[in-house]
């Protein structure tokens, strides 16, 4: 066996010192505390902290310990229950009630909407704006003849072929 | 799909361990096994808490957080580990806080802890004479002086590794660091308690 102190396998001694190593391997150990005196220090060191830590036996836990915890978990857990339980009975019908209201709101909704306004495309707009001088020239000029061709004709001479 | 994934997940837990198989009722809303890891561990919760803070009063009332976060917890827990190394890393992440903030100085003051600082030591027949009542006591004192004088993950590490008998890959799961490291922690810690507690041979 190589020594764990040389090799940094103190984990090796440490087992050993807390009885946590096998029997093969605890005969290994101490073949090698026999010859090593670096080991035997350190295991026989390790052993007497490991008693003394014996003697530091735990205080018993009190008495209501358990008790405290579910009222705590009862507290914690439960606010909300508690908060909601005498509204119960009402939320157990109000949650369907209010989901067909929501439909019937919605479907009113839907079925009273004012028609939409017609309105001018926008592109539309566009074009009248965009319309060429010459060709609102051309416009006028075709009123204006034809203003001027109606007072070319008779009076009643429309009439009178009617 | 969810009863497949529910049938692996108690597989897994099987085997890993029985508390994590006892949670995993929990998390379906079985009270009852709570009641079972409540009673398995409560005890070894409160003396390694005790032993980390060094007082009663504020030990149980970690201890409390500690079972009150594991039953919080239960909907979301998943046995990715064993329930132990979980438990302890609840335990130890309170444990640090509450030494790092000075809780445990506050509560002494406000706590009427009565609990004795040495358990009443039960002998029926032969009961100990005074002076070995006192030396124990005096032996007592300086065990818990140098593992209090230890630095926080160093205490931590010891007391797991002494009095809950954890394997190293274990602490190092619960610290959240390498197992190596936690040798290391480990070979630290006893080579002070060594110096310390080496005139009490």
């Known amino acids: 066996m190589k020594c764990p102190m040389e090799t940094r396998e103190n984990g090796r001694l440490l087992d050993y010192a807390s009885g946590k190593l096998d029997a093969v391997s605890s005969a290994q150990v101490e073949e090698h505390l026999q010859v090593c005196p670096a080991c035997r220090e350190f295991a026989g060191g390790q052993q007497l902290v490991w008693q003394a830590l014996d003697a530091w036996e735990p205080t018993p836990a009190s008495m209501d310990f358990d008790r405290r915890l579910y009222q705590a978990i009862e507290q914690q857990a439960s606010w909300w229950v508690r908060l909601t339980r005498p509204f119960n009975p009402l939320f157990r019908h109000a949650v369907p009630i209010a989901a067909a209201a929501g439909v019937v709101i919605m479907a009113g909704l839907l079925m009273n909407r004012p028609p939409a306004k017609p309105t001018l495309a926008p592109q539309e707009s566009a074009q009248v704006e965009t319309l060429p001088p010459d060709q609102l020239q051309h416009a006028l000029d075709d009123m204006e003849m034809l203003r001027e061709f109606n007072h070319l004709l008779p009076p009643d001479h429309g009439d009178s072929k009617m | ?201």
């Not at chain 2, 561990?41 to 504020?58: D, E, K, T």
């Open chain 2, 1 to 201: 799909m969810e009863e497949r994934v529910k049938t692996d997940m108690g597989a897994l837990a099987a085997s890993l361990d029985f508390d994590a198989e006892l949670m995993l009722r929990v998390k379906e809303g079985d009270g009852a096994s709570f009641g079972k890891l409540l009673e398995k561990h409560r005890a070894p919760v409160i003396h390694f808490l005790y032993r980390m803070v060094q007082n009663q009063g504020v030990a149980e009332e970690l201890a409390q957080e500690v079972f009150l976060r594991v039953y919080r917890s239960r909907e979301s827990y998943e046995p990715t580990a064993k329930f132990t190394t979980w438990l302890f890393r609840i335990a130890t992440h309170l444990a640090l806080n509450s030494l790092r903030d000075g809780k445990n100085q506050r509560l002494e003051e406000r706590l009427d802890d009565d609990s004795p600082a040495t358990p009443v030591r039960q002998v029926s027949d032969r009961r100990p004479s005074v002076e070995q009542t006192m030396v124990y006591q005096v032996r007592l004192d300086e065990v818990r002086r140098a593992v209090a004088m230890l630095p926080e993950k160093q205490r931590a590490a010891v007391l797991m590794h002494k009095y809950e008998e954890m394997e190293y890959s274990q602490i190092a799961k619960v610290l959240n660091c390498s197992e190596s490291a936690v040798k290391s922690l480990l070979f630290r810690a006893y080579e002070t308690l060594r110096a310390r507690l080496a005139h009490m041979a």
